[in-house]
């Protein structure tokens, strides 16, 4: 028997209870793990608030992260005793996930535990973390080194902009971090930023071209914040967009791509390729001080979740909330 919370659907609604289940309940998988921590992304946190239809079979087990430690295993790559990471692959969201004590896998989609970390560190870095490296890696393939001029990142606070602050700073550029939340202006100069920028300035309407400032772009908001962003970074710039915060919208024009020959860099962290994942999490044990994840992260418990998902959804909470799913 293990815990696990679960979401389900009625004529009355959605409802988010803690229940205990039978590996019987597990879906079909290869691999089966032992979760030691999940975490909370403003994915999750769409889904248990029901705020947005993330989830699409009812019941789920949210949860689009989890570490742990394999079990089971019919899969090639993996043996019991494995010690593995997953993010993304559509988890939570049409396969139970990671806010149980218990998942059952593809094991396509794990990958190892990098040494560097324990669980718990590596669910600080969680999709999040893991996203903002695959956001770096993009930049500096395309061409973007640090005397080029400052790199913008938005969302700062959050947790996509707190890994990214740190990862690029740590490539040796010079950061300037946009957020809503000026107070917490220490927090973000501790993770290297060099500049807090208002969220304010960003995210009403603007010029389709407007001053040159950034030599390249991470945006966790969309909407008018990317547009904005676009219009301001510099000739041959670069833009990796990852989130939607704003809104989904983009309310841009063709200008800064066709007169300044800036490039905008999707990027997905749910379905990208096995060794694109690699790549970042090798990024993130070589370049991410693990001292900075107590700043980044702060504990709460398979219930906590609950109430947790309510507060990040109201913008209150900064950095990373991870979940020990065995408390």
């Not at 793990?33 to 699409?56: C, M, Q």
């Not at 742990?68 to 899969?75: F, K, L, P, R």
């Not at 049409?94 to 998942?103: D, E, I, P, S, V």
């Not at 946009?178 to 927090?187: I, V």
Request: proline share 4%; glycine share 10%.
């Amino acid at each position: 028997m293990f815990a696990a919370l679960v979401i389900e659907k009625g004529d009355a609604g959605q409802t988010v209870t803690r229940k205990n289940l039978e590996d019987s309940d597990l879906p079909d998988g290869d691999v089966t793990v032992d979760v030691e921590y999940s975490t909370l992304n403003f994915k999750d946190a769409l889904a248990i608030t029901g705020k947005s239809p993330v989830v699409r079979k009812f019941p789920m087990v949210p949860g689009i992260d989890l570490a742990g430690v394999v079990t089971e295993s019919t899969h090639a790559d993996w043996s019991p005793g494995d010690r593995v990471v997953l993010n993304g692959w559509g988890v939570g969201e049409t396969h139970w996930g990671g806010l149980a004590q218990r998942a059952r896998l593809n094991g396509d989609w794990l990958v190892p535990l990098p040494a560097e970390f324990t669980a718990r560190q590596a669910m600080a870095i969680g999709t999040a973390g893991y996203t903002a490296s695959l956001c770096v890696d993009a930049l500096l393939d395309f061409g973007v080194t640090p005397d080029q001029g400052e790199v913008l990142v938005t969302g700062a606070t959050g947790g996509v902009g707190s890994v990214a602050i740190a990862l690029l700073t740590k490539a040796g550029f010079t950061v300037a971090a946009a957020t809503g939340k000026t107070s917490e202006a220490e927090y973000l100069q501790q993770l290297g930023a060099s500049t807090v920028v208002d969220r304010a300035d960003l995210s009403g309407p603007g010029k389709p071209m407007q001053k040159e400032r950034w030599a390249a772009v991470v945006d966790t908001a969309g909407s008018h914040t990317l547009a904005n962003a676009c219009a301001q970074t510099r000739y041959g710039g670069a833009v990796a967009a990852c989130g939607l915060a704003q809104g989904m919208d983009f309310p841009a024009s063709v200008a800064p791509f066709i007169l300044r020959g800036v490039s905008l860099l999707g990027i997905d962290s749910v379905m990208a390729p096995r060794e694109r994942r690699v790549a970042a999490w090798a990024r993130l044990s070589r370049d991410l001080d693990t001292s900075a994840l107590d700043a980044i992260a702060r504990e709460a418990s398979l219930d906590e979740a609950i109430t947790a998902a309510d507060q990040l959804m109201d913008g209150t909470v900064r950095g990373r909330i991870v979940v020990d799913v065995n408390r």
